[in-house]
């Protein structure tokens, strides 16, 4: 194999697959990337044997072939690599060597034929949106899932379509994050699977722009398509719990509040909360909003806003990260609270498509 690919075009396409090279494994090969030559690109691959992920970069071959090499090792070479292309040679004995300038490097690798094959997928139905879409959606309720290993299902995502309608979904039993779009592929059948929290995460960081993302499931696995990238993930096992049941049918009250101000004034406020004290308290009449907290060990903090309410004088105490969450997510002007009481769920609302649910706390 020889082949020549720009250093940058290289640094990304590490950068791309290095999340998913396993650790903590017996297998040595985990522990490497796999590259081909084939065409006019070279393509990188990894995988812990939960997730797999394949990228190619644009790339000039001299001669096809495959290798494998240590993933990390590899990747901190490029990263200190002068500007400019980078010559890959492996001989016969899988020792590759980088050159790039002045500089050199020889590197022993591992028989690409160690590597894990992609395993057969039977896709059982498929949907496609912009990738962006994708991406954007998923940012709005990842947070809301929960850290708890021991409830397994709640550490993924919900991904479900109802008559060409997507919903993506996340909880952890005392909130609830919910999105829904239309998909413009109105034939996609129905469908529900869990997507795990690592895949969550790592599709947040990678998708973008406005190519299409195709998304290929089975009751196993999750295949996401791109222009120059495929991952494929195993799926969350178990039934996600009817969390729609959570939501509220109707509000006595609601409130415009704008959502970047709100953000900023949360945050200061928080500032006085501490482990013994974590609750901030929001006080809503005619028209002005006022955010406070105190404890015991900081001090305290008091700040008004306008808002645009109209009601009898309410009281809601409440996790002020449970609110800021989201608002770090959604893009719109002004958001729409919505609420019955100080004990019973509080929506909010903005963005098209989404809603949140939170419980208060109680003094």
Known sequence: MKVTVSRDNLRIGMSRVSPFVGTRTTLPILNNVLLVADGES???????LEVAIRTSIPAFV??????????????SIIAALPEGDVTLTMDENNQTQIQCGRS???ILGLDPQDFPEDKEFDEEWAFSLPAIDLKKCLAKVAYSRSSDESRHVLNGVLLSVREGMLSIAATDGRRLAL???????????????????KIVSELSKLLGGQEKVGVKL??????????DTVISSKLVEGSYPNYRQVIPQSFAHSAAIPRVTFEHVLGRVALVVSDSSASV??????????????????????????????GDRFELSFNPDFFRDPLRELECDQLIMQFNDGFSPVALAGDEGFIYVVMPMRD
């Open 179 to 197: 999105i829904e779009r239309s998909l413009e592929d109105q034939g996609a059948p129905d469908g529900d699977v869990i997507l795990p929290s």
């Open 42 to 48: 070279l393509s990188l691959s990894t995988t812990d």
């Open 104 to 106: 050199s490097f020889k």
């Open 218 to 227: 089975s009751q196993a696995r999750a295949v996401f398509e791109c222009t």
């Open 62 to 75: 001299e001669q096809a072939g495959s290798t494998t090499l240590p993933a990390k090792k590899l990747q």
């Open 281 to 310: 308290m929001m006080t809503l009449e005619n028209g002005n909003m006022s955010i406070s907290a105190s404890s015991a060990e900081v001090g305290e903090a008091e700040e008004p806003m306008d808002v645009s309410y109209e």
